[in-house]
């Protein structure tokens, strides 16, 4: 009998064991980071923009290479990109915006330096992923006090990048005040969604602010003439502020755009914003 008693309870750890490890693997499936995902790589790690006290978001973000050195000391651009509608969250989902974009080079093992004026440039690149692609100007403005706040950002050289309703998030951002789109340096928005009509109507807020726009949107998609439209209203108020470049691509053409390299175009976006400053 003791012997039997024995028996089963051995049993019965094999039994738990097989479980624990088990939960353990599915745990590993659901939270465990690709290799790419290491929080020692220097191309690309997980952190967390903390908004207020109640809100945070889960970003992509990269320093320049010598940023924890301890004997850097520089305020380095910002540029904060903004993903589309089906690349958001509410779980920190981050694989989700390797598709598109900023977050898609940084994967690509791709370090953001330029030369831009005789001078090597590089940036601290922010991917704040937003629950549904459509952060509000509120959590931009917050985005941009954190990283001021917890990093060493150069105030005069932030720029905001953004594609589908990233770029329309920009946009709302730009077009809520004059204050905000001062704050702003240069910006990228690629393939906007429709505004409202009073965004559009704001547009003066950015010929106010002298913040250059660069608009992207290919012939083929949707929206391609409200995008020119946007561009034709901000240079209503101050001529060729805003540039409208078009390619002959659909919406989600847009890794070409944001190629770091010249393969597409020279100067490439990132270039273009580094010649601004506040």
């Given at each position: 009998m003791k012997m039997r008693s024995i028996v089963l309870t051995a049993l019965l750890l094999v039994v738990l064991v097989a479980c624990r490890k088990g939960n353990d693997n599915d745990n590993d499936n659901h939270t465990s980071a690709p290799?790419?995902?290491?929080?020692?790589?220097?191309?690309?790690?997980?952190?967390?923009?903390q908004l207020d006290t109640y809100h945070k978001d889960s970003a992509?973000?990269?320093?320049?290479?010598h940023y924890y050195s301890g004997f850097d000391t520089e305020k380095y651009p910002l540029v904060i990109?903004?993903?589309g509608r089906y690349e958001g969250s509410d779980y920190g989902n981050l694989r989700a915006m390797l598709k598109w974009g900023v977050p898609k080079f940084m994967a690509d093992s791709i370090r953001f330096t330029f030369n831009v004026a005789g001078a090597n440039q590089q940036m601290i690149m922010l991917c704040p992923q937003s629950s549904n692609g459509y952060p509000s100007q509120y959590d931009i403005g917050k985005t941009i006090d954190y990283m001021l706040a917890k990093y060493r950002v150069d105030p005069s050289r932030i720029y905001l990048t953004g594609l589908s309703s990233?770029?329309?998030?920009?946009?709302?951002y730009l077009t809520y005040s004059v204050a905000n789109a001062s704050r702003i340096a240069a910006a990228v928005p690629m393939s906007s969604l429709e505004l409202e009509t009073e965004k559009i109507a704001n547009m003066k807020f950015i010929a106010d602010a002298h913040t250059p726009?660069?608009?992207?949107?290919?012939?083929?998609?949707?929206?391609?003439?409200?995008n020119k439209s946007y561009a034709d209203e901000i240079n209503k108020y101050s001529p060729g502020l805003a540039v409208f470049t078009s390619y002959g691509g659909r919406h989600g053409s847009w890794n070409e755009r944001y190629d770091p390299s010249h393969a597409f175009y020279d100067p490439n976006m990132y270039e273009w914003m580094l010649q601004y400053h506040r």
């Amino acid at each position: 009998m003791k012997m039997r008693s024995i028996v089963l309870t051995a049993l019965l750890l094999v039994v738990l064991v097989a479980c624990r490890k088990g939960n353990d693997n599915d745990n590993d499936n659901h939270t465990s980071a690709p290799s790419y995902d290491s929080t020692h790589s220097p191309f690309m790690q997980r952190t967390i923009v903390q908004l207020d006290t109640y809100h945070k978001d889960s970003a992509w973000i990269q320093v320049p290479e010598h940023y924890y050195s301890g004997f850097d000391t520089e305020k380095y651009p910002l540029v904060i990109f903004f993903n589309g509608r089906y690349e958001g969250s509410d779980y920190g989902n981050l694989r989700a915006m390797l598709k598109w974009g900023v977050p898609k080079f940084m994967a690509d093992s791709i370090r953001f330096t330029f030369n831009v004026a005789g001078a090597n440039q590089q940036m601290i690149m922010l991917c704040p992923q937003s629950s549904n692609g459509y952060p509000s100007q509120y959590d931009i403005g917050k985005t941009i006090d954190y990283m001021l706040a917890k990093y060493r950002v150069d105030p005069s050289r932030i720029y905001l990048t953004g594609l589908s309703s990233g770029a329309a998030a920009v946009f709302s951002y730009l077009t809520y005040s004059v204050a905000n789109a001062s704050r702003i340096a240069a910006a990228v928005p690629m393939s906007s969604l429709e505004l409202e009509t009073e965004k559009i109507a704001n547009m003066k807020f950015i010929a106010d602010a002298h913040t250059p726009v660069k608009i992207f949107c290919g012939r083929l998609d949707d929206g391609y003439f409200k995008n020119k439209s946007y561009a034709d209203e901000i240079n209503k108020y101050s001529p060729g502020l805003a540039v409208f470049t078009s390619y002959g691509g659909r919406h989600g053409s847009w890794n070409e755009r944001y190629d770091p390299s010249h393969a597409f175009y020279d100067p490439n976006m990132y270039e273009w914003m580094l010649q601004y400053h506040r």
